[in-house]
């Protein structure tokens, strides 16, 4: 079974730019989330995706946003970029049960860390 | 809505045992713990679903007070292998549109 990729790994952007990110989830699993970890700080979520559709937001503004694709791989664009944009971006893919509002154990892929100057 | 945790940083001796807290606000429905070592992506320790269950991965543990809304993992008889950041993360269940919130981390570092 393949695990989470995620690219690129390392991208340099200016600011207002826009930038995509991509992810390819793990083999039999329905659900990414995505989040941005700031330096020395904990993952902050931004949103998930069940089977297409966005199923939870974090406190980001709409210039984040997603898509999630019938692979369940997904990408994240991030518009108009600005200096504190500047992390590393995990996508993480789960098996989620609606039944149980479960996400279930989240698998990690490596991350893209994007520098905006 | 972010979990507090407790306490920031922690140094061990090999063989020390330690525990680190996870508490919240609100209601929680799951917990989730997570190790990530420098310059890598978290890994999954273990998840624990409310009501009050303990659970175990060799000398990792962990216990889930639904009632008092918090968490605490046990590591027993440190190893280098430990050393990392420990995150927890609390999911509130269908009455929240939140997923799996993590709190700020907890450094752990185990030396010789």
């Known amino acids: 079974e393949t695990g989470v990729t995620q690219s690129p790994t390392h991208l340099i952007k200016t600011r207002g730019q826009q930038v995509t990110l991509r992810c390819s989830s793990q083999?039999?699993?329905?659900?990414v989330s995505w989040y941005q970890q700031a330096l020395g700080q904990g993952p902050q979520f931004i949103f998930q995706?069940?089977?297409?559709?966005?199923?939870g937001r974090g406190n980001f503004p709409p210039r984040f946003s997603g898509l999630q694709f019938p692979n369940y791989s997904s990408e994240l664009n991030v518009n108009a970029l600005e200096l504190d944009d500047s992390a590393l971006y995990l996508c993480?893919?789960?098996?989620?049960?609606?039944?149980?509002?479960?996400?279930?154990?989240?698998?990690f892929g490596e991350g893209s860390r994007l520098t905006v100057l | 809505q972010q979990p507090v945790q407790s306490p920031q940083a922690v140094i061990l001796r090999e063989g020390e045992d330690a525990v680190i807290n996870c508490s919240s606000s609100?209601?929680?429905?799951?917990v989730h713990w997570y190790r990530q070592k420098h310059g890598e992506a978290p890994v999954f320790l273990m998840i624990l679903l409310k009501g009050g269950e303990q659970k175990g991965h060799e000398k990792i543990s962990a216990s889930f007070n639904e009632k008092k809304q918090q968490s605490s993992l046990y590591l027993t008889a440190s190893q280098l292998s430990y050393s990392g950041t420990y995150f927890c993360?609390?999911?509130?269940?269908?009455?929240?549109?939140?997923?799996?919130?993590f709190g700020p981390g907890t450094s752990l570092s185990v030396i010789p």
């Open positions: 609100k209601a929680l429905y799951s």
């Open positions: 993480a893919s789960s098996l989620f049960s609606k039944g149980d509002w479960n996400t279930g154990e989240l698998f």
């Open positions: 995706y069940y089977r297409e559709e966005e199923n």
């Open positions: 993360g609390t999911e509130f269940g269908k009455t929240s549109y939140d997923k799996v919130i």
């Open positions: 083999s039999g699993h329905n659900t």
